[in-house]
């Protein structure tokens, strides 16, 4: 059984690169639908990494719908389903809905309570993403990072504790089911256009101006985010992947 699991090697987060090894090996059809995937101290051992970073991975795959976790039973790979493109393009309109709900006043009250020391160290956040931005090869997972910390920093300067807990579950959620929306080509450069559009609306203390541009913002990356959803699901069409 080792022999056709590889060591993670690869740039990424280790739960990532665990993930990636497990999809490889369901695509390449050694481990199939219905069939229940080694322990979690077994994946650990076969991958050299914790069980920690095995769970983590599993989840985003479960997240996927990739797999299943059974409690008492195992991890269990499930057919691809057909609907699933559709259902996880339903799954990112809700979430980035929930986004919008939650961010846009955020954004609204930030400006009304942000100081200038704090708006300083959003600036700060941004400048060290656009550094990286600029760098090869890119790092999405510390891209991601920075801009999750970017929008709940604007969370924590609303005031509200209830307010930053749920968004960080729903970013937590986005973060299992795909990787960053960042990584779709010419994103980048329009995410920190919308960023500093945030920032500069916070910084002059202007509430409808900072909602109006994490509105705008939000709905570019759910934009974004469809269109790699629809991209892989047509990739894995003209793969002639299970279904």
């Known amino acids: 059984m080792g022999t056709i699991w590889r060591p ?14 497990i999809e490889r090996l369901i695509e390449e ?30 989840r985003r795959l479960e997240a996927q719908g990739r797999l299943e976790v059974r409690h008492g039973s195992g991890v269990w790979v499930l057919p ?15 979430l980035f809905a929930m986004r919008e709900i939650l961010e846009v006043p955020a954004a609204g009250w930030a400006a009304e309570r942000a100081r200038p020391d ?3 160290r959003l600036r700060q ?10 760098r090869a090869p890119l790092d999405f997972d510390r891209l991601r990072q920075l801009d999750i ?13 209830f307010l930053r807990h749920v968004m960080g579950v729903l970013h937590d959620m986005l973060e299992q089911g795909m990787e960053t929306t960042l990584a779709v080509p010419g ?19 202007n ?37």
Request: net charge positive; no cysteine.
């Open 118 to 120: 704090e708006i300083e």
């Open 8 to 21: 993670l090697r690869e740039p990424g987060t280790l739960a990532t690169r665990a993930a990636d090894e």
């Open 149 to 161: 910390s970017f929008h709940l920093g604007i969370a924590t300067l609303a005031g509200n504790r």
């Open 187 to 205: 994103r980048l450069p329009r995410a920190r256009t919308e960023h500093g559009a945030v920032l500069e609306a916070l910084a002059t203390g």
């Open 80 to 94: 691809w389903d057909p609907l699933g493109g559709a259902a996880r393009e339903a799954s990112l309109r809700e």
């Open 29 to 58: 059809r050694r481990y199939r639908p219905g069939q229940r995937l080694p322990s979690e101290r077994e994946l650990a051992g076969l991958l050299g990494v914790s069980r920690p970073t095995v769970r983590e991975g599993v």
């Open 125 to 134: 956040l941004l400048g060290e993403l656009e550094e990286l931005g600029q």
């Open 207 to 243: 509430p409808i101006r900072a909602q109006r541009a994490m509105r705008r913002h939000i709905r570019n990356a759910q934009a974004a985010a469809l269109r790699r959803a629809s991209a892989e699901a047509l990739t894995r069409a003209r793969r002639g992947m299970p279904v």
